[in-house]
């Protein structure tokens, strides 16, 4: 909602009476500084290394070349704002219904990052995946 400090009326040309009694919000400058295109390169760099990197370990999760339970121990950078149910679904035997009642029981939400979960969450989820 514009505060009505920001609200002009409108004095269109149009004929109809609601066209006038219309306030119009001012327009305002963004906040947030614009990024020189080097910056958004360097950007979209980092995303790509990123996103490389991450289906680099579910590959190497679905064949068995890397264990969940140390990544989650353990995450590198790159992981950190990794959903946990993302990555849980890169381990062979666990579907959206097995990841799902798993997350439920240790308390975690399916939108959760890796980075985000708390010591305690970390701890229940790498017990139960170690049964």
């Not at 790509?48 to 679905?62: C, H, S």
Request: hydrophobic residues 35%; charged residues 25%.
């Amino acid at each position: 909602m514009v505060p009505a400090a920001q609200m002009t009326s409108s004095t269109s040309s149009s004929n109809s009476p609601a066209a006038a009694k219309r306030p119009q919000a001012v327009q305002s400058t963004p906040s947030t500084p614009e990024r020189s295109l080097n910056q958004r390169m360097d950007a979209l760099a980092r995303a790509n290394e990123i996103r490389t990197a991450r289906a680099r370990l579910k590959r190497d999760l679905k064949a068995g070349r890397r264990s969940i339970d140390s990544l989650l121990l353990d995450p590198p950078e790159y992981l950190e704002t990794a959903k946990v149910f993302d990555m849980l679904l890169a381990v062979p035997k666990y579907g959206r219904v097995k990841v799902n009642k798993m997350l439920l029981g240790c308390r975690i939400s399916p939108s959760k990052t890796i980075g985000g979960l708390s010591e305690r969450q970390r701890a229940e989820l790498v017990l139960l995946l170690r049964r």
